[in-house]
C-alpha cells in the first residue's frame, strides 16, 4: 500500500448537515464491520415504502450455483402510460465486496423506482471474504439473465435494461457490462457507475493522497481488494481497470466525488470509455464524498434519474435547450 499523505479538504455544508454518523469499519474485522452496518440502518428505520410494491424473490443463479435472492420494487405509477413493458434497473449495492445487504439500498432503490417509473431489481450477491469471486459477478449476472428472460412476467421490455451500481457495486456492475458483452449476453442500455471502486493497484493520486472521505479510509481499500480476490490474481475478468479493451459497452454514466479516495480511478475509466468510443456522461461533485451507507444529495439523485429516463425513453428525450 503507496504511502498516505493527508491533504486539506472543505466538505459540502449541506451533505456534512445530513449525514449519519459513520462507525469506524476496518475491514480486518469482517463480522465486526457488518454489525456495525447493520446497527447504523436500524437505527435510521425503515425506507419510506410509499408508491412503491416491494417484494422479495429467489431466482435461478449460475449454473452449479445457489439461488440469488433479490428485492423487486415496482412503482405505482408509470410516466410513460404503459404498465407492460418498463425499464428495469439492476441494482448493485455497494459495501467494499463485504459489507452491505440489498435491504440497505431500500430507501435509494425506491426514489428510483418513483423517480423513473422503472423496476429496480436489488440484488442480494454473495459476499466476500467467505465468497471471492468470481461469486457476486456470477449471482448479479445470473439476475441479469433472469431478468431479459423473464420479462412478461415482470412486466419490464428487455430492451430497456440499466444496471447501476455503487461503489464496489459499481465495480462489479462494470465487471457484468464487460462480461454481457463478451459472452453476447443481454443487452445494456445503460451502465450506471456511482463512484465506482475499479482499480485494485491503488495507485492513483487521490489514493496515495488520501483525501480524507467520512467513513472510509484509502488503508480500507486493500482489505477490500484482499477480500474479493481471495488470493487470485487480478485480471480483467476480475478487476474493470485492468481490461485492457472498453470499447463496445453500453453508454454511461459515472460519477465521482471529490473528496473520495476512489476519484481518480473513476476518471480514468470514465477517459479510456470515451477514447473507447462509449458515449460517457461524468459528474464530479465537489466538496462531496462517498461512504457507507450512502449519503447521496437530492440533486444528484435528480441527475442520475434523469440519465436513466433519458436511456431508457422509447423514443429520443430532447434536450429543451
Same mark, same amino acid.
Given at each position: 500500500m503507496p504511502e498516505i499523505t493527508p491533504v486539506s479538504t472543505t466538505v459540502d455544508s449541506e451533505l456534512a448537515e445530513g449525514v449519519m454518523p459513520c462507525p469506524d469499519l476496518d475491514l480486518a474485522d469482517v463480522d465486526d464491520a457488518r454489525r456495525a452496518v447493520d446497527a447504523l440502518f436500524a437505527a435510521a428505520g425503515p425506507a419510506d415504502p410509499t408508491g412503491v410494491t416491494v417484494e422479495e424473490w429467489l431466482v435461478p443463479g449460475a449454473p452449479g450455483g445457489p439461488e440469488v435472492p433479490v428485492r423487486v420494487h415496482t412503482p405505482d405509477a408509470c410516466p410513460d402510460g404503459n404498465r407492460a413493458g418498463r425499464p428495469v434497473v439492476l441494482e448493485i +449495492? /455497494? /459495501?467494499?465486496?463485504?459489507? /452491505? %445487504?440489498?435491504? +440497505?439500498s431500500e430507501a435509494f432503490a425506491a426514489d428510483v423506482?418513483?423517480?423513473? /417509473? %422503472?423496476?429496480? *431489481?436489488?440484488?442480494?450477491?454473495?459476499?466476500?471474504? $467467505? +465468497?471471492?469471486?468470481?461469486?457476486?459477478?456470477? &449471482? #448479479? #449476472?445470473?439476475? @441479469? $439473465?433472469? *431478468?431479459? %428472460?423473464?420479462?412478461? #412476467? @415482470? &412486466? *419490464? &421490455?428487455? &430492451?430497456?435494461?440499466v444496471v447501476l451500481g455503487d461503489a464496489a457495486g459499481a465495480g462489479l456492475a462494470a465487471i457484468v457490462a464487460l462480461r454481457a458483452r463478451d459472452e453476447g449476453g443481454p443487452s445494456i442500455a445503460l451502465q450506471a457507475l456511482l463512484e465506482p471502486q475499479l482499480d485494485d493497484r491503488l495507485e492513483s493520486a487521490s489514493m496515495r493522497g488520501d483525501v480524507a472521505t467520512p467513513g472510509r479510509a484509502a488503508r480500507q481499500a486493500a482489505l477490500s481488494w484482499h477480500h474479493y480476490l481471495g488470493g487470485q490474481e487480478p485480471t480483467g475478468l476480475s478487476v474493470p481497470a485492468r481490461r485492457s479493451d472498453l470499447t463496445g459497452l453500453p453508454p454511461t454514466y459515472l460519477t465521482v466525488d471529490e473528496l473520495d479516495p476512489l476519484r481518480d480511478e473513476g476518471l480514468a475509466y470514465a477517459r479510456r470509455l470515451l477514447q473507447a468510443g462509449v458515449p460517457v456522461e461524468m459528474h464530479c461533485h465537489p466538496g462531496e464524498f462517498s461512504g457507507f451507507p450512502r449519503v447521496r444529495p437530492a440533486g444528484a439523485t435528480r441527475s442520475l434519474c434523469d440519465a436513466i429516463v433519458r436511456a431508457t425513453a422509447r423514443t429520443p428525450v430532447l434536450d429543451p435547450d
Open positions: +449495492h /455497494g /459495501g467494499g465486496f463485504v459489507l /452491505g %445487504s440489498a435491504a +440497505h423506482a418513483r423517480a423513473t /417509473g %422503472s423496476v429496480v *431489481i436489488s440484488v442480494d450477491y454473495r459476499l466476500a471474504p $467467505e +465468497h471471492p469471486c468470481p461469486a457476486a459477478v456470477d &449471482d #448479479c #449476472c445470473a439476475v @441479469l $439473465e433472469w *431478468i431479459v %428472460s423473464g420479462a412478461a #412476467c @415482470l &412486466d *419490464i &421490455d428487455p &430492451d430497456r435494461v
